[in-house]
């Protein structure tokens, strides 16, 4: 026996969701043409490839993986990942810095779950996260599946400035409509455009948040996936946001996905900083609830294998040198790029490091497609062409920008 038709088995939010994810679609398409063998300049991908096209992968990460014990796997982690990973990964965010002490973690699959924890016990259930008008495309994603939603503030002014007056416009409409706010930004390397607030931004920023933190409670969430790649690391930020402590509650997404090279390890964290004790331990218990009632519990082998190559010396020095070599790759394309790009009249943000950039355009699913037909494959967005020269060898750079400037001249 069939169903009734018109007899709907899942709930109405769920009837129209899009079956693949679009840079997902895109890139696939590439490969699939790629492998024709047509040249083909794929700027969709998210992850660091090298100058032959293959994913670059730190030797020391994957060797301390290899050697794992088979029980460090099968085994079931700690719910919220153990007091060893908790520990590596505070040091790592936070360093020596006294504000270390006021911090409290759990472990997440990739900071796509810090995310999704900090959506879900931050917010009220149709309430909606705060972030900028350029976003990660997974950040609706994850308020969506929790029945939250999200509005942005513009993220650029006429300078090409973070638009600080529209933030504090919208920050006090969240806590006038919702009694609260959450809001997520990613900084340094921001995807997709490529910019890392400065000093001045920085200032201006905790000062919106201090302002409105009293008169309302405050999450501020940034999100760090991309600080390894940064020029100046995270101390730019920490400097200014953790003067917040106390007043707004501070997040952090961290994520071992592209700091260790380890997409698919799904190894992540959300951490909280609150000098309260109690509200630490109130946060704990919240964040440590949610993880068993999401996931349960994180990959046991990927969060022991993380936190090996945080803590053992030699394993940390010898990741730290590979990074650091993967990040120099990096920063010869964005040099190239922002070479080339000016020279060519491209209009994007301000970009000195990070996996991506964008350039602004009116029509970018018709620009995309036309550099598509042409063997270019860049992510359409709102306004603006997102270019993964993460995975985009030095020598195509010169192609890819004379194509762009081409389609966009048009
Ligand atoms: C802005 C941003 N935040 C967070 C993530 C989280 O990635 P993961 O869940 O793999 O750690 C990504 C990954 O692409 C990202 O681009």
């Known amino acids: 026996m069939v169903a009734a038709p018109g007899m709907e088995f899942l709930i109405p939010t769920r009837t129209s969701r899009p079956a693949d994810d679009p840079?997902?679609?895109?890139?696939?398409?590439?490969?699939?043409?790629?492998?024709?063998?047509e040249a083909i300049v794929n700027a969709t991908v998210g992850a660091l490839l090298d100058e032959e096209g293959k994913l670059a992968v730190l030797g020391s990460v994957a060797q301390a993986i290899r050697e794992l014990p088979a029980s460090a796997g099968a085994g079931y982690a700690p719910i919220t990942g153990g007091a060893d990973f908790h520990r590596a990964v505070i040091a790592d965010l936070l360093g020596g810095r006294p504000e270390a002490g006021w911090a409290v973690t759990v472990a997440t699959p990739g900071g796509s779950g810090a995310l999704h924890l900090a959506v879900g016990?931050?917010?009220?259930?149709?309430?909606a996260v705060l972030t900028t008008s350029y976003y990660w495309g997974p950040y609706r994603t994850i308020a969506d599946e929790l029945d939250r939603s999200l509005s942005t503030f513009r993220m650029f002014d006429e300078r090409g400035r973070l638009d600080l007056a529209d933030f504090e416009r919208k920050l006090q409409g969240s806590v006038e409509a919702q009694g609260r706010a959450l809001v997520i930004l990613n900084s340094p390397c921001h995807n997709p455009t490529g910019y890392s607030f400065d000093d001045d931004e920085w200032r201006a920023l905790v000062d919106v948040v201090g302002r409105a933190a009293a008169r309302a409670p405050i999450t501020l969430l940034l999100d760090v996936a991309y600080f390894r790649y940064a020029g100046s690391g995270l101390d730019r930020a920490l400097d200014h946001l953790l003067?917040?402590?106390?007043?707004?509650?501070?997040?952090?997404?961290?994520?071992?996905?592209?700091?260790?090279?380890?997409?698919?390890?799904?190894?992540g964290a959300l951490v909280a900083v609150h000098p309260d004790p109690d509200?630490?331990?109130r946060v704990q218990s919240a964040l440590g609830y949610s993880c068993r009632g999401i996931w349960s519990t994180c990959n046991a082998a990927g969060i022991t294998a993380i936190t090996r190559a945080l803590t053992d010396p030699e394993l940390r020095a010898r990741t730290d040198a590979e990074r650091?070599?993967?990040?120099?790759?990096?920063?010869?394309?964005?040099?190239?790029w922002n070479e080339l790009a000016s020279a060519a009249g491209l209009r994007y943000p301000r970009y000195d490091g990070g996996f991506f950039t964008t350039?602004?355009?009116?029509?970018?699913?018709?620009a995309a497609a036309r550099?598509?037909?042409?063997?270019?494959?860049?992510?359409p967005q709102a306004g603006a062409l997102r270019v993964a020269l993460c995975s985009v060898a030095e020598r195509d750079i010169?192609?890819?920008?004379e194509g762009i400037a081409r389609q966009l001249a048009r």
């Open 23 to 37: 840079i997902f679609a895109l890139n696939t398409e590439a490969r699939a043409r790629a492998a024709t063998g």
């Open 121 to 127: 016990d931050f917010l009220e259930p149709h309430q």
């Open 243 to 267: 003067g917040l402590a106390g007043k707004a509650m501070i997040l952090f997404a961290w994520s071992a996905s592209k700091s260790f090279t380890q997409y698919g390890l799904r190894v």
């Open 279 to 281: 509200e630490r331990r």
């Open 324 to 336: 650091g070599a993967l990040k120099a790759l990096l920063d010869r394309r964005v040099a190239r």
């Open 359 to 366: 350039v602004f355009c009116d029509d970018a699913p018709a």
């Open 371 to 379: 550099l598509k037909a042409g063997g270019l494959f860049v992510v």
């Open 398 to 401: 010169p192609r890819l920008v």
